[in-house]
């Protein structure tokens, strides 16, 4: 494993018990139904989808899919989310399969998906055009990623300070911490460019077409500054094939 690949995996392997806990209480939220109307602007209806949630953390993404009746796939770097993924399905009472993975090379045979979903996971990734090559090829004709995501690297130092409740994250997370997500993301974001602009152009050098990008989802996700508000703005790509 890289270097870097290590050093997230080491990361998040600390913050699996909090953050299960955190997306069962999302799941449970308002917010459960305001990610599926944004999913929904995107996916087909009418039929069951098999759906692969791309850093799945614990589950939450493929929770939404599978509540709704799709075969849904999870797949993490970080074995202790997965652990975590799986007994979230129990107390959820939901299917779903979950799989420790890379998910710059997911090993699944070329158009098994209909759906590729994922939050906040491509900011990490250090080859990310290679990932969204690897992604065109596991979607069938006519499917779609759908990629939530944020410009960290640039919001690192320009974000306005917001006040957050004493519950929230960010909060509760040890200063260390902390510092170590700021460092992850200034290693990794140092060859990135500019996004989402960067991301479109690689997913049409991909294969990907209709490639849109919503900004105006922050506000609609992001209404109140509550557990599960986030500080930087993101944005959606959805990229079809």
């Known amino acids: 494993m ?9 990361y998040w392997s600390h913050r699996a018990e909090a953050f299960q806990a955190q997306r069962l209480r999302e799941f ?13 602007r995107y996916i087909p209806h009418g039929r069951t989808l098999r759906v692969l949630d791309l850093g ?3 589950g939450f993404f493929a929770f939404v ?3 709704e009746g799709h075969e849904a796939t999870g797949i993490d770097l970080t074995p202790d989310m997965i652990q975590r993924a799986r007994e979230t399905m129990s107390i959820l009472g939901l299917e779903a399969s979950f ?9 699944f045979a070329p158009e098994s ?10 900011w990490t990734l250090p080859h990310l055009a290679e990932a969204y090559r690897a992604w065109y090829r596991l979607l069938k004709p006519g499917g779609v990623l759908i990629n939530f995501d944020a410009d960290y690297y640039t919001a690192l130092e320009s974000e306005e300070e917001v006040e957050l409740p004493e519950n ?19 290693e990794v974001g140092a060859y990135q460019m500019p996004r989402p602009q960067w991301d479109v152009q690689l997913l049409v050098e991909a294969g990907f077409e209709r490639i849109t ?18 500080p930087t703005p993101i944005f959606t790509i959805a990229a079809f094939k």
């Not at 449970?28 to 929904?40: I, Q, S, T």
């Not at 260390?176 to 200034?186: L, V």
């Open 168 to 186: 929230h994250a960010h909060k509760l997370v040890p200063d260390y911490m902390r510092e170590e997500n700021d460092a992850i993301t200034m």
């Open 99 to 107: 799989h420790v993975m890379d998910a710059e090379q997911p090993d």
């Open 2 to 10: 890289e270097p870097i690949k290590h050093r997230i995996t080491h």
């Open 65 to 67: 899919f599978a509540a």
């Open 213 to 230: 990008v919503d900004m105006g989802v922050y506000k609609r996700i992001y209404r109140e500054i509550d557990e599960f508000y986030n």
């Open 28 to 40: 449970e939220d308002e917010k459960h139904r305001r990610w599926l109307a944004e999913f929904n």
């Open 113 to 122: 998906f209909d759906v590729l979903v994922t939050r906040n996971l491509t």
């Open 56 to 58: 799945t953390g614990t």
